[in-house]
């Protein structure tokens, strides 16, 4: 996939921010941030090309396009999504026509939807982490 994914051209449409929220598999944790131009998920997920998956309700996940390859070691499940995502993951709201809007969720909710793992060094398979992510 290109570098900007599914929306980039959409969400350079307004310099306006948005609130989303960060998924930190690595940390293990969710916070709220602030996302302006598309380029801003790159910095605060970690990674260069970027897929949506569409959660319903107006809601898109936004995560590394190329996790599965790029050897990340972290990475986490959202509930009733089938596969897990590598590395960290940002949820924005999205338009009935395909802009990016703030997000109507709140960071209990999708703590209590996300389990994050890691690879363990040297261990080929992947670990759940224990608890919940933190939220804040």
Do not use: W
């Not at 995560?63 to 990340?72: A, Q, R, S, Y």
């Not at 080929?124 to 608890?131: G, L, Q």
């Amino acid at each position: 996939m290109a570098r900007g994914g599914h929306n980039a051209s959409r969400m350079t449409t307004t310099t306006k921010t948005k609130r989303a929220i960060l998924i930190d598999a690595k940390t293990n944790s969710v916070r709220f941030v602030e996302v302006g131009e598309y380029t801003d998920i790159y910095k605060h997920c970690g990674y260069e090309t970027f897929t949506c998956v569409g959660l319903g309700k107006g809601e898109t996940l936004y995560v590394d396009d190329e996790g599965l390859m790029n050897g990340t070691d972290f990475g986490f499940e959202f509930e009733d999504y089938g596969q897990p995502l590598m590395g960290n993951g940002l949820i924005l709201g999205s338009t009935a026509s395909g802009n990016s809007k703030s997000t109507a969720l709140t960071l209990e909710e999708v703590a209590r939807k996300v389990q994050c793992f890691k690879r363990p060094e040297g261990f080929p398979m992947f670990v759940r982490t224990a608890a919940s992510p933190k939220v804040g």
